[in-house]
């Protein structure tokens, strides 16, 4: 018999077992960094309207759930899905205070069974870059979405216009055995960074009128680059090898991020570049 994981299974441990609660943590500091320039900027390019119906891929702690939220209405609604129960649990939380139709639901939207043609608009930030299969993934999503209906997300571009990770990872490797990065067409942070990429598999997946707009912005990762250090270093490849180093090398790569950190330090805080794509496509 062969032994087959169901699909996104690590994904599912990585952000239930692993990172969850650590991001549930850093929720306070992670809404500024991704904030509203970046997940506002796609929730722009869906322009919603009171009364829609719309489909939220990786809603995370529900902080952009609850910005479409304000735009669709009480008449409106909001599925927001993700695989991170802990994640999951403070949207839930923070759902319920703010007195919005929202739902939110353990599942994995690449195989979940959505109502078919239910939803007006789909939408993700930061949330579909890892699926074991995209097409598949994104015909899913498609079949949700009402015929005329659209979808927007944002996703990272190219890891060497994204100086905020690629910098203080590089400085990390002095004293952290970092992963190896994943390939072009594997899951990963960077896997929607190649346009020809991105249209072929929405287009493989039903989707049309795809457009990808640029938006590049500086953000802050904190006050100072100690700050900024501690921040990051629990952030993308370095975070697992730093979490579980003992405690001579975290501080010794702390001090190398420290130390990369400090040319875009100022006064004003630790401020670097991020580059993502804006990325909406409509259902035939």
Same mark, same amino acid.
């Given at each position: ?71 669709? +209405? ?24 703010? +007195? !919005? $139709?929202?739902? *939110? ?13 239910? %939803? ?9 870059? *890892? %699926? ?15 015929? +005329? ?13 994204? $100086?905020?990770?690629?910098? $203080? ?20 942070? *960077? ?30 990762? +904190? ?17 697992? $090898? %730093? ?7 975290? !501080? ?33």
């Amino acid at each position: 018999m062969t032994d087959t994981k169901p699909a996104n299974a690590d994904q599912r441990e990585f952000w239930n077992d692993i990172k969850g609660e650590l991001w549930v943590e850093l929720q306070p500091r992670i809404d500024p960094m991704l904030g509203p320039l970046l997940g506002g900027k796609a929730i722009e390019a869906l322009e919603l309207i009171p009364g829609e119906r719309v489909l939220e891929i990786g809603c995370g702690n529900g902080t952009t759930t609850l910005a479409m939220a304000e735009r669709v +209405g009480t008449e409106g609604e909001i599925l927001a899905v993700d695989l991170s129960r802990p994640m999951l649990n403070k949207a839930a939380e923070r759902g319920k205070a703010s +007195g !919005y $139709p929202v739902k *939110f639901l353990e599942a994995d939207a690449q195989v979940y069974d959505f109502p078919n043609e239910h %939803f007006d608009a789909g939408f993700s930030r930061f949330g579909v870059m *890892f %699926f074991d299969d995209p097409v598949a993934a994104f015909s899913n999503i498609l079949s949700a979405i009402r015929r +005329g209906g659209r979808v927007a997300y944002v996703c990272w571009a190219d890891r060497e216009d994204n $100086p905020w990770i690629r910098i $203080p990872a590089g400085a990390s490797k002095a004293y952290l055995e970092l992963p190896p990065p994943p390939a072009d067409d594997e899951p990963g942070m *960077f896997s929607m960074k190649d346009e020809e990429r991105v249209r072929s598999i929405l287009t493989s997946a039903g989707w049309s009128d795809i457009t990808l707009e640029r938006f590049d912005m500086e953000c802050s990762l +904190g006050e100072d680059v100690v700050d900024a250090a501690r921040f990051i270093s629990q952030m993308g490849p370095m975070s697992e $090898p %730093f979490a579980l180093s003992d405690e001579e090398t975290q !501080y010794n790569t702390l001090k190398v991020i420290e130390e990369s950190l400090a040319p875009y330090s100022s006064s004003k805080g630790v401020f670097m570049g991020y580059s993502t794509w804006i990325v909406a496509a409509t259902r035939p």
